[in-house]
């Protein structure tokens, strides 16, 4: 069960939350915790793509491989049981990085051992400022990923001189949902914040709910985790956009208790 820091009383918040499974239903939890309302919308729907040839192929060579690296937990979750039949002891030599502390959280749920993770700066830039990650001339780098996203990982670490192998473990696609409950929640004036960790999810949300419904929804009090998913949603129209530190859940519920204790002497 969820547990909640003492300081923190998130009622009556009533917080749409965007995160896709299974990190959202955690953050639901953590929101129910604190006291607050969780109303849950994924709006991204990851589609598995471990079967595919081509990462049949990649995973088989990953004894030739210096570095795994693990671009987020979805990177995790929908890989690591597919490595593991291929590999139930991954190579001795093998080195894990992950993107941020997140991700490498679920890599010891796996019962696989961090090398590395940024403990600040929880992004591609974060691990690339790493010392691990400056001289990789001829070094063999393997990127667990999702199809599309950032390649600024990649295109750094090829500049610095690495060869790249690219998993791709899944697709993020648009789900397919019944979105009427929520329409009618925001006519109701019945959401006080949004939660969206990715700039798709973002993207994902305004599409669902569509045009009618986007003024009540650019109102809104917008949670993101990083300076470019604000300047994203500043594009989009949001009006009132808040940064979490990092994309932790604990940052999320920090920001979220500093928009209650904004909104409340309102209400």
Known sequence: ????????????LRILV??????????????????????????IYIQSLVQD????????????????????????????????????????????????????????????TVTVYPEIEWSSEG??????FQNVARKHIAIVRGEGGRKILMEVLIKRGAHIL???????????????YYQSLLQQQQIDVIVCTSKEGVNNLLTLLGETIRPDLLSLP?????ERMRAFAELAG?????????????????V????????CPIR
């Not at 965007?18 to 709006?43: D, F, M, N, S, V």
């Open 127 to 132: 691990l690339l400022a790493m010392s691990e």
């Open 1 to 12: 069960m969820a547990n909640c820091a003492a300081q923190y009383d998130l009622n009556p």
């Open 238 to 254: 949001f009006q009132a956009i808040w940064v979490a530190k990092n994309a932790s859940h604990a940052a999320v519920v920090d």
């Open 256 to 263: 979220l208790a500093m928009i209650r204790k904004q909104l």
């Open 53 to 112: 040839q081509a990462f049949q192929q990649a995973i088989v060579s990953l004894d030739q491989q210096d570095w795994l690296i693990f671009i987020s937990p979805q990177a995790v979750l929908t890989s690591v049981p597919t490595i593991h039949t291929y590999w139930p002891q991954l190579p001795a030599k093998l080195q894990i990085a992950a993107i941020g502390k997140g991700t490498a959280e679920a890599l010891h749920d796996q019962k696989l």
């Open 166 to 180: 690219s998993l791709i473990a899944y697709r993020r696609t648009l789900p397919e949902i019944n979105v009427n």
């Open 222 to 226: 917008l949670v993101v985790v990083s």
């Open 18 to 43: 965007t995160r896709p499974l299974p990190a959202g239903l955690k953050l639901c939890e953590q929101i129910q915790a604190c006291h607050g309302q969780a109303i849950y919308l994924p709006t």
